[in-house]
């Protein structure tokens, strides 16, 4: 099992012009991990994946399991082998971030972080799914729903990536949550407070998977996209 390698399909810059169909199964993503963060086809809903089982948060906001066949237009995976980074008690989201990368020394580096703990005041969202003929991102991102809890147990599956890389991914941390009794979760927007344990787990290989077979991505002409610019106002 490859601990090391962190496998994305699509890149985030393929979302922004509307490339938002299913290009892979939900079976060949768990091929190539058992932990990550996704969107389905249409931008439908935030999916969050923990120990091989993938959940999808709607943007009516249910969470449930998906099947093998639900697909996705971009997704990031791995095989979790986290190791402890530390404990936090009642640090704020701006704080956790600082203190996860002044410890984790990977600025320059893709990882993934998790954290397992009580979070106060958290806010998630969930993206309405889209029919052809896609939205672009911009658009469709205007059809969020947003969520928020007083207080809740959960885990915050994310990914760090290298300022280098923003567009393929998100330049920074792009984080998904999902609560303990999975009764809430999404993209996380940003919480008050979170109490409880940091782990890390970092790559030195990007497995980065693209939809040729997909006739609508071969053909598109990016150059007039403006991809990080729609990428940061669609994530954050």
């Not at 099992?1 to 768990?30: F, K, W």
């Not at 005041?121 to 658009?139: C, D, G, H, N």
């Not at 994310?158 to 300022?163: D, E, F, I, K, R």
């Not at 280098?164 to 999404?186: K, N, R, Y």
Request: glycine share 10%; net charge negative.
């Amino acid at each position: 099992m490859n601990t090391t390698t962190l496998y994305q399909h699509g890149t985030l810059a393929l979302l922004v012009p509307g490339l938002l169909a299913g290009t892979l199964t939900m079976q060949d993503l768990l091929r190539h991990g058992d932990t990550g963060i996704g969107t389905g086809a249409g931008l439908d809903g935030e999916l969050i994946i923990l120990a091989g089982h993938p959940y999808q948060v709607t943007a009516q906001g249910a969470v449930h399991e998906v099947a093998d066949d639900f697909t996705v237009p971009f997704a990031n995976a791995h095989f979790a082998d986290y190791q402890p980074l530390m404990s936090v008690l009642g640090a704020s989201d701006v704080d956790l971030n600082h203190q996860i990368r002044a410890l984790a020394q990977f600025d320059n580096a893709f990882f993934s972080v998790k954290v397992t703990g009580v979070f106060t005041a958290i806010r998630t969202r969930a993206v309405a799914k889209s029919e052809p003929p896609y939205q672009t991102l911009a658009q469709a991102a205007k059809q969020q729903r947003v969520f928020s809890r007083g207080e809740i147990a959960g885990t915050l599956i994310g990914y760090y990536a290298p300022q280098l890389f923003d567009g393929i991914a998100v330049g920074g941390f792009h984080d998904h949550f999902l609560a303990a009794d999975h009764s809430f979760g999404g993209h996380l927007l940003g919480f008050e407070k979170v109490t409880g344990d940091v782990s890390i787990q970092a790559f030195n290989t990007l497995a980065q998977h693209l939809p040729v077979a997909n006739a609508a991505y071969r053909g598109h002409d990016f150059s007039a996209d403006d991809i990080t610019g729609d990428v940061h106002r669609a994530e954050h």
